[in-house]
């Protein structure tokens, strides 16, 4: 027997053995561990012969290195590895699945046989994961010596059953999910969902085709969290261009590796696909009567083959996705018609009701029940929870009066429409029946026409009435005549009759006792005839109101016979195709009005000009007062040998009353509301608590000042030094009014609404509102409307200038604000500010790059001055050359433009007066900014209404008068 096996394969052990017979005979044995295979154990040999004679998959693991060899049945189970698994180490050919079935060899090794079924492995066969499932066993095989020199492998494959008894069991899974849903979007949501995590993909999607065919909807989509959503609305042929006409015919499409597909290797197809992290997928398309209707995508993260499995069953899903969506769409249809019918039958105003109704056995209707009725049914009938209850115990003595009709309707099918009046509830109905399924069923509305039958009635009673008074109403129409013809004859006013195009058709005789015409004059003429050529306007204005609507009153001049003009007050209205008009002469009304205006106008100028001599008055006396001390102070410079403390002292006294007078201008325009202010966002309770700790030293030591500040921030938009300046002044009024000694409080609200002051409208928008209140004398209540005038003031002499309160409400009144005051004479007096809340902004802290101490000097550079008043230009020159700067002087704007040039002609700054013939300062700075971005610009002025309308133009300002030192530190900043 050894020898007959022996003879049999030891000649050739891969005769008959098909396609892996041959190519195990070609492959080269000698570089592997098992050498040449003539050469091999007889064992060994005889192994390979009988597994390559087998039908069954089988693979044999041989030698040290468990060399592979294996049948015809086995090598579609390699996938893409086969054939360069022949004669390779079984751990490096399967090393995607080794460390899980390294145990199971080394088993088999020992000498145990091991056996699985439905035993799942996750390999890698053709490039990429992918799930399956075998039946095998591994067996020890023995060599010629009796010991274990390998294993026999003997296989399944079972993925396939496994594939469709987990397809199976996942749409039943998903018929559970989708019962009872009824949400066209929960259907979709859900299935994709499912099927996202069933197939492991990274996205699903349903997209639906909009009617016409051309637009691409995808209302929702499901991912696994790691990828971005694409859905929304995408044109088709944008969809997928090259698969297109594929998805049209009801082709699926399926790309393993979207670069390696010619289909979609392209440049921009691949930039595409990795924005939205896409390396295959699968479309499946729902073509329906010939027309794509819908199509699921699934898109995955990385190269993946799908399987016919994997295709089968999104098919399936697509066309059970569809069928749902359907009946989905379907039962939400009908939700909508049966909420319709629901709002319907609860908001129709007529009553409707369905009933049944019994017949005996002779099909004679003896009575009918109310199956359902509306709202309306209730309150037009009064029966109250009638549905169920047979009219023979609702209404017995109306049971037979509709039950007939209502018998022959239903066993006819042919509709009925009455009028009847029901006794027992004294009404009467119109009523329309019809029958709506079976032979016992009908619907019925009803209306209730009580009021249209009572409305009839009255009516006829009316008419007899009517025929009752005719025979009187030519005596009352006589009557009537008669006294509206005594009315038009004794009238005091004008009274005309005229056609719509103005024409007069009939006038009384009040003509002629006011204006001096008969009546016969007037009649055939125009208003225009007599109106004043200045009132022809107005006249023509009124005819054209009158002519489609009542005319409430009009002043007009007309003509008197005499050649004069009265002023007459002219109602008017249409009538039947023509205008009755009535006029009164209001002459002497209209001429002591005008009296009275020109007597109200010149007691107007008359406070004006003591207004504007109290105002002359009192900065004429502070100016020379100033002027006084500067004239002394220079006059005792010149003085020779003057000591230098003196010199110094004379020289401070004339600065400091420089700005004593540059202070005394600033409150001026502050309370004629024309100072430039520069506002910015500042928290008011910040504000007013930093500044109480320098108002308390300000109002000595026996003035207690109380702070009661909200925890909320209350933010403005003003003039922060000006704000400041405000509050002192009226914490400096406090003290004196406390002749030092009180209590002193500081009071902020926000989100208060302003009220009305001094007769001005109040407003409902939020305002902060800051009171400064005192214990001191108070304010008698007729100096109250005085004390905001400039230079009024109750102190003595030397102790106030009066511009104080002034500045107060210059300041509000131009910050959009307003300022209120209360006081009792002997209590005290409180001052509250209303400055407008604005959203907080966000504001940076800026320092400044310049040494802040001493005066700053130029470096050379050249600045051009633009000032008309040469005198002033020429000093303004003489400072700058004495910083360091080089200067050159232009007398107006124009000039300057032409020195500047197109590009500065080496200028490094522009400095300008603000208020100058023809082109003014900020005209020129703006246009400079234009030509020239990089230039600075500083502007100049004592007073200038250009900036004090429009503080924003973002150039900066320097006021006069003006210090060196300040001219020398705004040109430092602005300059680079």
Not at 160 to 179: E, P, S
């Amino acid at each position: 027997m050894t020898e007959a096996v022996n003879g049999t394969f030891g000649r050739d052990p891969f005769a008959g053995g098909g396609d892996m017979g041959a190519a195990m005979r070609a492959h080269d044995w000698s570089m592997s561990p098992l050498g040449p295979w003539k050469g091999w154990p007889l064992s060994l040999r005889t192994m390979v012969a009988l597994m390559l004679a087998s039908k069954h998959g089988m693979m044999l693991a041989w030698g040290p290195q468990l060399t592979l060899l294996y049948n015809d049945a086995y090598a579609p189970f390699l996938g893409g590895k086969h054939p360069a698994a022949i004669g390779r180490p079984f751990a490096e050919v399967c090393s995607d699945i080794w460390s899980e079935v390294e145990p199971l060899v080394g088993q088999a090794l020992s000498g145990r046989a091991v056996w699985f079924e439905d035993y799942h492995l996750v390999m890698e066969r053709n490039g990429y994961p992918e799930d399956t499932w075998w039946q095998f066993s591994y067996s020890p095989v023995r060599g010629d010596d009796g010991e274990i020199c390998g294993i026999l492998n003997v296989t399944s494959d079972m993925t396939g059953k496994m594939l469709t008894l987990r397809r199976q069991a996942f749409r039943i899974a998903l018929d559970v999910r989708l019962r009872g849903v009824t949400d066209p979007a929960a259907v979709v949501a859900i299935t994709s969902e499912a099927l996202g995590q069933h197939l492991g993909v990274a996205r699903v999607r349903y997209a639906e085709i909009e009617p016409g065919g051309e637009t691409v909807r995808i209302e929702r989509e499901w991912n696994d969290g790691a990828v971005a959503s694409n859905a929304g609305l995408d044109h088709l042929d944008d969809f997928r261009p090259a698969f297109i006409a594929d998805l049209r015919r009801g082709s699926t499409v399926a790309v393993d590796n979207v670069r390696l597909d010619p289909r979609t290797s392209s440049p921009v197809a691949l930039a595409t696909f990795d924005r939205a992290s896409i390396q295959a997928f699968l479309d499946v398309p729902i073509v329906k009567a010939g027309t794509l209707l819908a199509v699921i995508t699934l898109h995955s993260k990385t190269p993946r083959a799908w399987s016919a499995e994997d295709i089968v069953l999104v098919e399936e899903i697509a066309e059970q996705t569809w069928a749902s969506v359907e009946r989905a769409q379907a039962a939400a249809s009908l939700r909508d018609a049966e909420n319709r019918y629901l709002a319907l039958f609860n908001a129709i105003d007529q009553g409707f009701c369905t009933i049944e109704v019994a017949f005996d056995k002779h099909d004679k209707a003896v009575d009918y029940r109310f199956l359902e009725v509306s709202p309306s049914f209730e309150r037009q009938t009064g029966i109250v929870n009638g549905a169920g209850r047979w009219m023979e115990e609702i209404a017995p003595d109306q049971h037979s009066q509709w039950l007939e009709i209502y018998g022959r309707v239903a066993l006819t099918g042919e509709p009925a429409r009455f009028e009847d009046y029901s006794t027992p509830l004294e009404r009467w109905w119109d009523v329309c029946a019809f029958r709506i399924s079976g032979a016992r069923r009908i619907a019925v509305v009803f209306h209730d026409i009580t009021h249209q039958k009572r409305a009839e009635q009255a009516q006829r009673e009316t008419e007899i009435q009517l025929l009752e008074l005719n025979d009187t109403l030519e005596r009352q129409v006589q009557e009537r005549t008669a006294e509206r013809d005594r009315m038009w004859d004794t009238s005091p006013d004008l009274m005309v009759q005229a056609s719509l195009e103005g024409v007069y058709q009939r006038a009384n005789r009040a003509w002629t006792s006011i204006l001096g015409y008969e009546p016969s004059e007037v009649e055939g003429r125009t208003a225009a005839d007599f109106t004043h050529s200045d009132d022809l306007d107005p006249m023509f204005q009124a005819l054209a109101t009158v002519q489609a609507d009542t005319l409430p009153g009009v002043n007009l001049r007309f003509r008197h016979k005499d050649g004069g003009y009265r002023w007459i007050q002219w109602v008017a209205a249409p009538s039947g195709g023509l205008i009755f008009a009535l006029g009164r002469d209001v002459t002497a009304a209209v001429e002591a009005e005008a009296r009275l205006r020109e007597t109200e106008e010149a007691l107007r100028q008359s406070q004006k000009m003591e207004a504007v001599g109290q105002l002359t008055g009192g900065v004429a006396h502070d100016f020379n007062n100033l002027l006084t001390i500067i004239r002394s102070s220079i006059d005792l410079l010149r003085r020779p040998g003057l000591p230098d403390d003196r010199r110094t002292r004379y020289l401070d006294a004339a600065s400091d009353t420089v700005d004593r007078a540059a202070k005394l201008t600033s409150q001026l325009l502050a309370f004629a509301r024309r100072q430039s202010l520069k506002p910015e966002t500042f928290d008011v309770a910040a504000k007013v608590n930093k500044l109480a700790e320098m108002l308390d030293t300000v109002t000595g030591s026996r003035i207690r000042l109380v702070t009661e500040l909200p925890d909320m921030p209350c933010h403005v938009r003003a003039d922060v030094s000006q704000f400041e300046t405000a509050l002192v002044n009226l914490a400096v009024n406090a003290r004196d009014a406390m002749d030092g000694e009180g209590v002193l409080t500081l009071t902020a609200r926000c989100h208060s609404p302003l009220p009305a002051i001094r007769g001005h409208a109040g407003s409902a928008g939020h305002f902060t509102a800051i009171r400064v209140s005192d214990t001191g004398c108070g304010i008698p209540s007729d100096q109250l409307p005085k004390i905001f005038e400039p230079f009024y003031t109750t102190k003595e002499v030397g102790k106030g200038t009066g511009l104080g309160l002034s500045q107060v409400f210059g300041f509000a009144k131009q910050s959009g604000g307003d300022v209120e005051v209360m006081s009792v004479v002997g209590e005290g007096s409180s001052f509250t500010l209303y400055l407008p809340e604005v959203v907080a902004e966000e504001t940076a802290e800026l320092s400044g790059g310049h040494d802040e101490r001493g005066t700053p000097g130029g470096a050379g550079q050249c600045v051009l001055i633009v000032e008309d008043n040469v005198e002033v230009g020429r000093f303004c020159s003489q400072i700058l050359q004495d910083l360091g700067y080089r200067t050159a002087l232009a007398t107006s704007a124009e000039e300057a433009l032409e020195r500047l040039g197109g590009n500065g002609n080496g200028f490094d700054a522009v400095f300008s007066d603000v208020v100058m013939p023809g082109m003014g300062g900020v005209a020129l700075a703006e246009h400079l900014r234009l030509r020239m971005p990089d230039l600075p610009v500083v502007l100049t002025s004592g007073y200038s209404d250009v900036l004090a309308r429009e503080n924003e133009h973002g150039f900066e300002l320097l006021h006069k008068p003006y210090s060196a030192e300040r001219l020398a530190r705004i040109l430092q900043r602005v300059m680079p």
